[in-house]
């Protein structure tokens, strides 16, 4: 019975693995040389009114919501009064896994280019980052600068 709970074991294994496939590895996904990632419609330093309405700008490659297999493109991630990416407590790692989903990670897998944020009073720090079908950063990395803006 011991041998037969091992191979059934080993055989989930190998389909988990296989249902995940390539695209599950990380940072496979290659991005467009020369691709920039910038906000709009905001500076470094600006002083805004709430809520913030954020533009995304992309230039090199194309957008497409998550989940859609097509070269050249990714969708938008938005980062939120944390670490530039890359920085921070996963450093170099964190391009290497699919982007969280919480208050300071936000996803715009429908292919969104524009969002409006309900930001308290205070300075906030914004930065993008493209992501493949899954959620993953491209390779190298696309990412915009981190920009701080006070909210009034």
């Known amino acids: 019975m011991r041998k037969l709970t091992k191979a059934w074991t080993a055989m989930a294994v190998l389909v988990a693995g ?13 991005s467009e040389p020369g ?13 805004v009114s709430g809520p913030v309405k954020v533009l995304f700008g992309l230039s090199g490659m194309g957008v497409a919501p998550a989940g ?3 070269p050249k493109t990714g969708h938008h991630h938005l980062l939120i009064n944390r ?11 964190e391009a290497d896994f699919s982007i969280p989903a919480d208050d300071n990670h936000k996803h715009f897998g429908g292919g969104q280019t524009e ?3 309900e930001l308290a009073p205070g300075q906030h720090t914004l930065q993008m980052v493209l992501g493949d079908k899954d959620h993953i950063p491209h390779n190298p990395p696309v ?4 920009i701080t ?4």
């Open 18 to 30: 296989s249902i995940a496939g390539p695209a599950a590895l990380a940072g496979e996904t290659p």
């Open 35 to 47: 691709t920039t990632l910038y906000f709009a419609n905001l500076e470094d330093g600006a002083t």
């Open 68 to 70: 859609i297999d097509k």
């Open 83 to 93: 670490a530039p990416f890359g920085e921070g407590e996963d450093g170099a790692d």
């Open 115 to 117: 969002t409006v944020l």
């Open 143 to 146: 990412t915009s600068d981190v």
């Open 149 to 152: 803006i006070t909210v009034e």
